[in-house]
């Protein structure tokens, strides 16, 4: 073997990690799911914030979530049975992902039912889960962007506490389309960028 | 450099499709037939003889089932593999010219 032969083998090896990287790019399709029930979810709470009929709104975030559960069990069974490749990568991400679902569970309903603390404090609950969430993406995935975002969603939560009632849903849902739809659809554009490449 | 310092390549690495499959598997917790075929883009026959090699030699696991009736095949590095590879990754750098330093 002599030098030019050693480059080869580490392009090869080069070559063959970006193709697997590549193939294994998260799609955004749960997230989009998501973001779309969760955007009915917050316009549901709002309208009926305006019509003060506050004691529905449990069942317009339960409906939302049990929706969005049964879509990501399905979803996520089926991409997995139908995927060639899995990298330890995409396997933390589902760990972070159900992890993540069963945070926004409890402290999104579960515990404010409860009686754990008043559902003025869920949204900003929710966005220091979100934070975890973009932060540790961004980790998985080598993307800083989806860091800085968890950063938006950390910051968010703390400029929440300053408003109240309708208004934190106000705010809540402008950090929602910053901090959870752009990044989505910057993930969604990456993903497509990638699979042309393949 | 002289030859004393070249350390010794692993033989059943020392192949393009073979060290491409192990590169994928490195990366990958498993890779199916079909994935390794079409990122090596090697034939069928061709690659299944390597894997066949890679698994003679304990480097990898090769598990058949199926998927919607059809035969899947799909491939894991075992920890001697992923120890060979490291190995041979450390040999591979005494190939390269030590950079220049500056003065």
Redesign the interface.
């Given at each position: 073997?002599?030098?030019d032969?050693?480059?080869?083998?580490?392009r090869?090896?080069k070559?063959?990690?970006d193709?697997?990287?590549r193939?294994?790019t998260e799609s955004g399709t749960l997230f989009i799911v998501w973001g779309v029930l969760i955007t009915l979810a917050l316009a549901g709470t709002w309208v009926l914030g305006l019509l003060k009929e506050y004691r529905w709104e449990w069942a317009v975030w339960v409906g939302v979530t049990v929706v969005g559960w049964v879509f990501s069990a399905v979803y996520g069974y089926r991409r997995d049975?139908k995927s060639?490749?899995?990298?330890?990568a995409q396997?933390a991400a589902r760990h972070l992902y159900i992890a993540c679902g069963a945070g926004f569970l409890l402290v999104g309903i579960v515990l404010p039912r409860l009686g754990a603390y008043s559902h003025e404090a869920i949204s900003i609950l929710v966005s220091v889960v979100s934070g975890i969430l973009f932060f540790v993406m961004g980790g998985l995935y080598e993307w800083p962007l989806l860091r800085v975002f968890g950063l938006v969603w950390w910051a968010g939560a703390a400029g929440l506490t300053l408003v109240k009632d309708n208004d934190r849903i106000l705010l809540y849902t402008v950090l929602f389309v910053v901090a959870y739809l752009l990044p989505v659809c910057i993930l969604r554009a990456k993903y497509k960028r990638e699979q042309s490449r393949t | 450099m002289t030859a004393e310092t070249f350390e010794p390549l692993d033989p059943v690495i020392h192949s393009p499709l073979r060290l491409a499959v192990l590169s994928i598997l490195l990366s990958a917790r498993q890779a199916d037939f079909g994935f390794l075929k079409k990122a090596t883009e090697a034939t069928d026959g061709n690659l299944s003889t390597h894997l066949a090699k890679l698994e003679d030699a304990g480097y990898i696991r090769v598990k058949k089932s199926f998927r919607e009736k059809k035969s899947l095949t799909t491939c894991v590095l075992t920890d001697k593999g992923r120890a060979a590879f490291g190995r041979y990754l450390k040999a591979l750098e005494s190939y390269l010219p030590v950079r220049a330093k500056k003065p």
């Open positions: 073997m002599n030098d032969q050693a480059r080869e083998d580490i090869i090896i070559a063959m990690l193709k697997t990287r193939a294994a049975r060639e490749v899995k990298t330890y396997i | -």
